[in-house]
């Protein structure tokens, strides 16, 4: 079974600045999806960005990107000039791409980012 | 608007109450899922579907049942909830490939008391 782990409970960034959020990830497959999700106080989940595992070149959206290290299981989020709206809960999440492995998103605990102004 | 509906937003039950949480869905989406959020264990699966009629235990289904009588439409049950089950849950659907990912509900706080 595959496993999520996000190690930081709790992240703090200044606007403005940069910050990375970490997730590693546990598999025996070779092909498979990762995912960002942002939680804000509305507790709405929503994608932020997806990587899939076969492609080498790490994935952006605006001011989002992923630094993914399939050898290392690793796929982290950095998000830069950071905005109060990102304050949010984040989840990192897996998806095989095997259906006889049934359908699910794995998903890690969360890192809480909080932004000060 | 393509969205998952969830309803209600909040409920607040006693212990062995039967009650159904409602999921529906307006994008022809072929999976869907159950997820609960519980502080400090992020979301895990209960069920999912992944066809009319085609139903499947996630990580924690005990106390739950679902059913699939058509796409659009894949209820969750609690036939007897106990305090245990108070939780955030979510309903999510999706076009059927990994890649893209999953379109979530807005949440159900359920609280059992």
């Known amino acids: ?117 | 608007e393509a969205q998952v509906t969830q309803n209600p937003r909040y409920l607040i039950t006693v212990t062995g109450k039967k009650l159904t949480v409602t999921c529906s869905q307006n994008m022809n989406h072929e999976y869907m899922s159950w997820y609960r959020q519980d502080p400090g264990l992020g979301l895990r699966q209960i069920y999912y579907s992944m066809n009319v009629e085609v139903t499947d235990k996630g990580d924690v289904p005990e106390g739950y049942k679902v059913s699939r009588k058509e796409k659009r439409n894949f209820p969750l049950i609690l036939e007897s909830p106990s305090p245990n089950q108070t939780s955030l849950y979510f309903c999510a659907s999706s076009p059927g490939p990994a890649r893209q990912g999953y379109t979530f509900g807005s949440g159900t706080r359920l609280t059992v008391v």
């Open chain 1, 1 to 117: 079974a595959q496993t999520v782990t996000q190690s930081q409970p709790e992240m703090s960034v200044q606007e403005a600045e940069t910050v990375t959020l970490s997730c590693t990830y546990d598999t025996s497959e070779s092909d498979y999806y990762l995912f960002w999700y942002k939680q804000p106080p509305s507790r709405q989940m929503i994608l932020v960005i997806r990587q899939e595992a076969y492609k080498q070149q790490n994935a952006t959206e605006n001011r989002f990107s992923v630094n993914f290290q399939k050898a290392a299981k690793s796929f982290s989020l950095k998000i830069s000039d950071s905005q109060l709206g990102d304050a949010a809960m984040y989840f990192c999440a897996y998806r095989s791409t095997f259906k006889s492995s049934g359908d699910k998103l794995t998903f890690g605990t969360g890192t809480r980012l909080a932004v000060r102004p």
